[in-house]
């Protein structure tokens, strides 16, 4: 499915909607460049979550951030390597856990290919406008496409 929202809090909303779609083991990735919005939709993500927004930050030098809400949230930023895989950082455990998993700069992931996920790509599209795309890799991702679907579809009627 393909949203465009025209401001951050428009993306924060989107990304709350899917968070209330979340049950615990999900792997949400997120590629686009540099200031393109993934940080402010793991926001969203994480209100979705019952944490405060100020919690989750675009990691500097961490680049796991484990927190805990209705469900916990690892936020992962993996801008800072070239090229990364499931065995290093223990990222295997992160990205298979209990939790949600939101992964920054996913396509640094050599496997990443291979996983089920929720792939969402953002784009710039103008000013303050973006393109987000989101696609469900595996069936009970595509499952959950459909549902965020139907709340568009509503949001529109
Ligand atoms: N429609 C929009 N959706 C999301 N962010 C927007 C939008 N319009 C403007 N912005 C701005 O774009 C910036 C997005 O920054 P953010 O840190 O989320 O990007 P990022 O993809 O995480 O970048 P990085 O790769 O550096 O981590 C913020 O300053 C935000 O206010
Ligand atoms: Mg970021």
Redesign the pocket.
């Known amino acids: 499915m393909i949203l465009e929202?025209?401001?951050?809090r428009?993306?924060k909303a989107w990304a709350r909607r899917l968070a209330s779609l979340l049950k615990g083991g999900e792997l949400i990735a997120l590629v686009?460049d540099?200031?393109?919005?993934?940080?402010?939709f793991i926001k969203g993500l994480g209100r979705g979550l019952q944490l405060r927004e100020e919690q989750i930050l675009?990691p500097t030098f961490t680049m796991i951030q484990e927190h805990r809400g209705r469900l916990p949230l690892y936020h992962i930023?993996l801008?800072r390597l070239e090229r990364v895989g499931l065995d290093d950082l223990g990222l295997r455990e992160y990205l298979f856990s209990e939790g949600v998993a939101a992964v920054?700069?996913y396509d640094r992931l050599s496997e990443g290919e291979a996983i089920e996920r929720l792939a969402i790509q953002?784009r710039f599209a103008a000013a303050?406008?973006?393109t987000i795309e989101i696609v469900g890799i595996g069936a009970p991702y595509r499952a959950m496409v459909e549902r965020l679907r139907s709340r568009q579809n509503l949001d529109e009627a």
């Open positions: 929202t025209a401001s951050p428009e993306t686009g540099l200031g393109a919005g993934k940080t402010c675009s930023d801008y920054e700069w953002i303050n406008r973006r």
